[in-house]
């Protein structure tokens, strides 16, 4: 209770200390043209207080409140007399009054973030370059040597680059590089498909039937190996094996590289060929290219291991998702009867605290030893036949279990997107989608030709405020794993470094993490400017 207390008086104290500032302080501007000497004797009464707090708390005046009463009186004092003795015209009194007053409306404000931040920041910036756990060394760089270089079972705990060769072996990679070529057909035929004649002509049609034939053989070996694997007892499906192992060959991998290598010289010489070109800006080819970079940065950030990594791992996913999910659930709400409820619904998780969330979510995720599973996913396992498992400690499914803890944030999070993209499409005027559509555009290619071009703006809003969110995320990961089981962050690891009252330490981490937000912070700082410029 008294730790309470005292914190109420604290920010008691300095709203009072605040409004005494402002109120005080307009008032003396107020009289500056008019009593020139009781503006520098207040002036100099303030300044008097200043220099008789430093110099006794440094030991050149006695300790006490003398030294801050004298300081106060003498300098008043002399201020005061200097302000009688001279006094500047009136015309320069009214011009300093003028720009006094800017100052006094901000400067409150000025000095709580310079206080409550700017001070911090460069404490933890200097106190990360000390040595010792409390800073009691000289200056060094243990602290980021042991960040970036010490190696602890042979890896480094924050950024390891052993496992960088397993990232183009793995199956993700041969995934996402065949979805960027399945895009790359896609929107050749696309492109192609426009020409009533020629080669160009013959390219689509026959780019069409390949594609027609690869997602129907595609959709059909799915389907026989998931009814396979619920049939069986135990469950296990042949035909899902046989592709896992053609999907992780080598050879696979090396038809993928070659297809990909040929989709970029096509592109490349359809520049050049004004005859021959690809068509991107379709729905089709454009979630294409979106799924296989996806693909493509999980298989570098679930194979690579480290705190950071991981970091980016939950930027990229949740930022990424979110925004997607966010953009889709906008269009389909604003489509909706009950808009207002649709809306009212998936924004609803955003009013979740996080560790509330995280409770949730833990009973969503949870497992039984016993027959009986409680835990709704689970439960639905179990249902189907298949072994039920814990997301969150079961050793199969490292590093995944990191990917089940970024669907409890895209969760929070799309409520929030969903409602600033959806405010941007109502935002597009309504005589540009009507000349779309008298020009022959479909529903879809005014969405993807229209609508999101003029929103462009606002999803990258989307996506560095996200970012800068997620980047931060600590609470979600205490709450469920604690940073066990290749789960934890940057944030999480400062907790327990300053748990562990290694404060040089828990600063570098926390220096790191500003440095990644500072950029994302920068961008958007420049962006707003622009548009206010424009």
């Given at each position: 209770?008294?730790?309470?207390?005292?914190?109420?008086?604290?920010?008691?104290?300095?709203?009072?200390?605040?409004?005494?500032?402002?109120?005080?302080?307009?008032?003396?501007?107020?009289?500056?043209?008019?009593?020139?000497?009781?503006?520098?004797?207040?002036?100099?009464?303030?300044?008097?207080?200043?220099?008789?707090?430093?110099?006794?708390?440094?030991?050149?005046?006695?300790?006490?409140?003398?030294?801050?009463?004298?300081?106060?009186?003498?300098?008043?004092?002399?201020?005061?007399?200097?302000?009688?003795?001279?006094?500047?015209?009136?015309?320069?009194?009214?011009?300093?009054?003028?720009?006094?007053?800017?100052?006094?409306?901000?400067?409150?404000?000025?000095?709580?973030?310079?206080?409550?931040?700017?001070?911090?920041?460069?404490?933890?910036?200097?106190?990360?370059?000390?040595?010792?756990?409390?800073?009691?060394?000289?200056?060094?760089?243990?602290?980021?040597?042991?960040?970036?270089?010490?190696?602890?079972?042979?890896?480094?705990?924050?950024?390891?680059?052993?496992?960088?060769?397993?990232?183009?072996?793995?199956?993700?990679?041969?995934?996402?590089?065949?979805?960027?070529?399945?895009?790359?057909?896609?929107?050749?035929?696309?492109?192609?498909?426009?020409?009533?004649?020629?080669?160009?002509?013959?390219?689509?049609?026959?780019?069409?039937?390949?594609?027609?034939?690869?997602?129907?053989?595609?959709?059909?070996?799915?389907?026989?190996?998931?009814?396979?694997?619920?049939?069986?007892?135990?469950?296990?499906?042949?035909?899902?094996?046989?592709?896992?192992?053609?999907?992780?060959?080598?050879?696979?991998?090396?038809?993928?590289?070659?297809?990909?290598?040929?989709?970029?010289?096509?592109?490349?010489?359809?520049?050049?060929?004004?005859?021959?070109?690809?068509?991107?800006?379709?729905?089709?080819?454009?979630?294409?290219?979106?799924?296989?970079?996806?693909?493509?940065?999980?298989?570098?950030?679930?194979?690579?291991?480290?705190?950071?990594?991981?970091?980016?791992?939950?930027?990229?996913?949740?930022?990424?998702?979110?925004?997607?999910?966010?953009?889709?659930?906008?269009?389909?709400?604003?489509?909706?009867?009950?808009?207002?409820?649709?809306?009212?619904?998936?924004?609803?998780?955003?009013?979740?605290?996080?560790?509330?969330?995280?409770?949730?979510?833990?009973?969503?995720?949870?497992?039984?030893?016993?027959?009986?599973?409680?835990?709704?996913?689970?439960?639905?396992?179990?249902?189907?036949?298949?072994?039920?498992?814990?997301?969150?400690?079961?050793?199969?499914?490292?590093?995944?279990?990191?990917?089940?803890?970024?669907?409890?944030?895209?969760?929070?999070?799309?409520?929030?997107?969903?409602?600033?993209?959806?405010?941007?499409?109502?935002?597009?005027?309504?005589?540009?989608?009507?000349?779309?559509?008298?020009?022959?555009?479909?529903?879809?290619?005014?969405?993807?030709?229209?609508?999101?071009?003029?929103?462009?703006?606002?999803?990258?809003?989307?996506?560095?405020?996200?970012?800068?969110?997620?980047?931060?995320?600590?609470?979600?990961?205490?709450?469920?794993?604690?940073?066990?089981?290749?789960?934890?962050?940057?944030?999480?690891?400062?907790?327990?470094?300053?748990?562990?009252r290694n404060f040089t330490l828990s600063s570098a981490i926390a220096v790191i993490l500003f440095a990644f937000v500072l950029p994302?912070?920068?961008?958007?700082?420049?962006?707003?400017?622009?548009?206010?410029?424009?």
């Open positions: 209770m008294a730790p309470l207390v005292s914190l109420a008086l604290s920010v008691v104290g300095a709203v009072a200390v605040a409004m005494l500032f402002f109120f005080g302080g307009n008032a003396l501007v107020d009289r500056l043209p008019t009593n020139w000497w009781a503006f520098t004797g207040t002036i100099g009464a303030l300044s008097g207080l200043l220099v008789g707090a430093v110099a006794q708390h440094n030991n050149v005046l006695p300790s006490g409140a003398r030294s801050i009463i004298g300081g106060f009186l003498v300098l008043g004092t002399l201020c005061g007399v200097a302000g009688t003795v001279w006094m500047p015209s009136s015309a320069w009194r009214g011009r300093l009054a003028d720009r006094l007053r800017p100052v006094i409306f901000v400067g409150p404000i000025l000095f709580f973030v310079t206080a409550g931040l700017v001070v911090p920041a460069i404490r933890t910036m200097v106190l990360s370059f000390r040595s010792g756990r409390s800073g009691e060394g000289g200056w060094s760089l243990d602290n980021y040597e042991k960040i970036f270089v010490e190696r602890i079972g042979g890896k480094n705990q924050f950024i390891d680059f052993s496992r960088i060769g397993d990232v183009f072996t793995s199956r993700l990679m041969t995934l996402g590089l065949g979805a960027l070529v399945f895009a790359g057909m896609v929107a050749l035929a696309s492109g192609a498909a426009s020409f009533k004649t020629g080669p160009q002509r013959t390219i689509a049609m026959t780019t069409k039937r390949l594609l027609k034939v690869i997602a129907l053989a595609v959709v059909g070996v799915l389907a026989v190996g998931s009814a396979e694997s619920i049939a069986r007892d135990p469950n296990g499906s042949r035909v899902l094996d046989f592709v896992v192992a053609v999907v992780a060959h080598r050879a696979t991998l090396l038809l993928v590289v070659v297809l990909a290598l040929a989709t970029v010289v096509l592109v490349l010489a359809s520049r050049r060929n004004e005859s021959s070109y690809f068509e991107w800006d379709s729905p089709v080819p454009t979630s294409l290219v979106v799924l296989g970079v996806v693909l493509v940065l999980f298989a570098f950030l679930s194979t690579l291991e480290g705190i950071i990594w991981t970091n980016l791992w939950w930027v990229t996913t949740v930022a990424g998702l979110s925004t997607i999910f966010g953009l889709g659930l906008a269009v389909l709400a604003d489509m909706a009867k009950a808009e207002r409820l649709a809306k009212a619904l998936i924004f609803m998780p955003m009013a979740i605290s996080m560790v509330g969330a995280a409770v949730i979510w833990d009973f969503v995720y949870e497992v039984q030893s016993t027959e009986t599973q409680t835990g709704l996913i689970n439960a639905i396992i179990d249902a189907l036949g298949f072994t039920p498992r814990g997301f969150f400690i079961n050793a199969s499914l490292i590093p995944w279990n990191n990917f089940f803890l970024m669907i409890i944030m895209i969760w929070i999070q799309t409520g929030f997107a969903m409602v600033i993209l959806s405010a941007a499409i109502k935002g597009v005027a309504q005589e540009l989608l009507d000349a779309a559509r008298v020009d022959g555009a479909t529903d879809a290619q005014v969405f993807w030709r229209v609508v999101i071009p003029q929103i462009r703006s606002t999803i990258v809003v989307v996506l560095t405020t996200l970012t800068m969110v997620v980047m931060k995320v600590f609470d979600l990961v205490r709450a469920t794993t604690e940073g066990a089981n290749r789960t934890n962050v940057l944030a999480n690891a400062m907790f327990d470094a300053l748990r562990a994302v912070l920068i961008i958007n700082v420049r962006r707003n400017r622009n548009q206010v410029v424009v």
